[in-house]
């Protein structure tokens, strides 16, 4: 094929692939990362192209990482191209080596952060000082079809759900939208828009060697599984990681809709921790768990990044095994089966003091208002009333200790026997506040009171006790 050929080809694909998959609007601004290695300056390229006939405004970011010898000299390239063309440059420097062995990561993953990090950073600042708004603001990378196989294998060999073999999205939509306009060429198509150009790039020594893993499964099982299997091996892999994203996509909205039937409560809220109710777990699909717990667990961690098939089978054992147990995960993330309950979440932070504002008072019996024997007792949540002439010592707010107990129908019951009773579980039990009378159990805060103290037509006088301001001027006749 002739050079005009090539070059006439590869730009309709990709701009056709910009509007099937909705990626740019006129009048965006975009944001492209450019390295200087061959599919960067392919993305640049390709993107000034659109830019002749769509209105956008273009800047290019460069990340030097530090590692190589030569990174001064890929830098010095992108941003000459930049000056040549008018397209604001702007070069980040970090020691990504260093910043790696400090935050307990590969170089790979500190290297992506900090691209994203740096991406972020400018939309941040044009917004700012342009008054535009983040969701006309575009972020493009350079992630080609190559990449997407090797993705979608990676994270099948280390043992990924279907969320992993999907590869890379297209787009992803967040504060600033990402788009990988490149996902439709394959690396020998780049290779061959540039040579049709004449646009020469930079080469990055470090993807020649099998240092990280990724480069490992390009050098070796790639090729191997061209030649020896199929020639179309890259494009049948991609093809399948792009079904398993449509797949995906669909088991989510379905797992969606399921976790609001199984989640019943939360511990602190629901981006740290979930509590789901393990028989309404159980009534949903296996595939449809899996997807709950998987979509709890990426809310969880941080970067959705090593969570595997491992962590959610071991999980969903919690729901199909009765007993208490507990599995520990990533990131300091833990779960919990307690009763018919599986807590999910950052668990340790439950053992924190819970902040509340008691207050005690006596108050005049008229307070409660008398109509013909029957008393008005408020029956909020957080205002309860006591017989105070019952109360044989200072009411102190503690948790849990050795004998104290609580009187309800049909007498005294050990607070222990309380808890197992009413199925509440052992890791709540030690935190939860209590007003008591010595050993007895006045109320169980925002819980239940003990039926020795409550209001009588013998009463005279009343302790009224608060959690915070509460309005009570509701109440039920007793």
Sequence with gaps: ????????????????????????????????????????????????????????????????????????????????????????????????????????????????????????????????????????????????????????????????????????????????????????????????????TGQSYCTDSTNATDDYARNRIRHNIIPVAERDINSNAVMHIAEAAKEAAEADEYIGAEAECALRRCVVATLEDCERSYCLQALAFLKEAPIIQKKMLHIILTRLSPGHKDISRIHIDKLQELFYVAGNRSVDLPFGISAIREYNNVFIGFLDERDEAENVNISMKEVALSELGIYKNSIKVPSLECTKWFDYDKINSDPIVRTRLPGDYISISGGKKSLKKYFIDEKIPKSERDRMLLLADGSHIMWILKGRISEYYKITEATRRVLRVDIGEQDTNQGNTL
């Design 1 to 196: 094929m002739k050079g005009s050929d090539v070059k006439a080809k590869t730009e309709n694909k990709v701009i056709g692939y910009i509007k099937e998959k909705d990626m740019l609007n006129s009048g965006d601004t975009l944001i492209i990362g450019v390295s200087g290695g061959a599919d960067s300056m392919c993305l640049l390229l390709l993107l000034q192209k659109y830019r002749e006939k769509h209105p956008i405004t273009i800047y290019v970011v460069h990340i030097n990482h530090g590692i190589r010898t030569e990174a001064g000299e890929d830098e010095a390239f992108v941003e000459e191209y930049c000056r040549n063309y008018g397209i604001p440059f702007r070069a980040v420097h970090e020691n990504v080596p260093i910043i790696a062995e400090k935050q307990h990561l590969t170089e790979e993953e500190a290297g992506r952060r900090i691209r994203y990090e740096a991406f972020n950073k400018l939309a941040d600042e044009i917004c700012a000082s342009e008054g535009i708004r983040p969701e006309a603001v575009r972020i493009a990378v350079a992630h080609n079809l190559n990449d997407l196989a090797e993705t979608a294998l990676f994270n099948m060999l280390r043992g990924s759900s279907l969320t992993g073999l999907s590869g890379i999205k297209p787009v992803r939509h967040g504060k600033y939208t990402i788009i990988r306009p490149l996902l439709c060429l394959e690396r020998s198509e780049i290779e061959e828009y540039l040579k049709s």
